[in-house]
């Protein structure tokens, strides 16, 4: 079946613009995570959304960052006022129920964000 | 403060011989731990894990070892094949329960034919 779809795949902005990247999880999986891995990096988790619980915001760098998902689908991250240090790549990962910790995460392809 | 060490950023291995790839934690209260692979411009695939109950794991080519006392886990892969080279992830879910990762800074995998 289909897995993890991100996009866009690539994007360049300006320094001071606004992002969305949008993610498109495996159908039928009720638990969602942003993570981004920045040059040098390993994933670095930004936010976790549980079927319709209040998302875990904890690992949101700064109030520039925000998500929303609707229902169990789609997911949206929007970084506002973008910095340099915002460029990395950005991956979405999904998985089937996230109340066990050996539920697996499927992650799509990412995300490479640059801001200049 | 970083919670699961990689401290090997890259490793070369010949086609046909054992990879081992290391990784350290320090957080005592983690319970699980996953090995993801990644490919360029791809994101990461699962690849093995491990319970804290077991001190090994099997799955083909690929075994996890965890020594619980020392707090570290490595992941052979035996034969190793060209196919293999990829960046190497170790990762332990943040709380039992609540299964956001946190990752290591990874390991570079070349296996050279």
């Known amino acids: 079946g289909a897995g993890v779809s991100q996009s866009p795949s690539n994007k360049v902005t300006e320094k001071g613009k606004d992002v969305e990247l949008r993610c498109d999880p495996i159908s039928g999986h009720t638990a969602l995570y942003w993570y981004r891995q920045r040059l040098g990096q390993g994933l670095e988790f930004l936010i976790y959304f549980q079927g319709n619980s209040a998302p875990d915001k904890s690992g949101l760098p700064s109030d520039r960052f925000s998500a929303e998902r609707t229902g169990e689908s789609v997911s949206t991250l929007t970084i506002q006022r973008t910095q340099q240090e915002d460029s990395a790549v950005y991956l979405c990962?999904?998985?089937?129920?996230?109340?066990?910790?050996?539920?697996?995460?499927?992650f799509g392809p990412g995300t490479r964000l640059t801001v200049l | 403060d970083q919670q699961v060490k990689q401290n090997s950023p890259s490793l070369s291995v010949q086609e046909g011989r054992i990879s081992i790839l290391n990784c350290d934690y320090t957080?005592?209260?983690?319970?699980?731990f996953l090995w993801y692979k990644k490919y360029p411009a791809e994101g990461p695939t699962f690849l093995i894990s491990?319970?804290?109950?077991?001190d090994k794991n099997e799955d083909g080519r690929f075994t996890v070892f965890l020594n619980k006392s020392a707090k570290h886990l490595s992941l052979h892969i035996v034969p190793s094949q060209p196919g293999d080279s990829a960046v190497y992830f170790c990762?332990?879910?943040?709380?039992?329960?609540?299964?956001?990762?946190?990752f290591g800074k990874g390991t570079r995998l070349s296996v050279i034919a």
């Open positions: 990962a999904s998985s089937s129920s996230g109340g066990a910790s050996t539920d697996t995460q499927y």
């Open positions: 990762a332990a879910p943040t709380f039992s329960g609540n299964t956001p990762l946190v």
């Open positions: 491990i319970s804290s109950i077991k």
């Open positions: 957080n005592s209260m983690f319970d699980y």
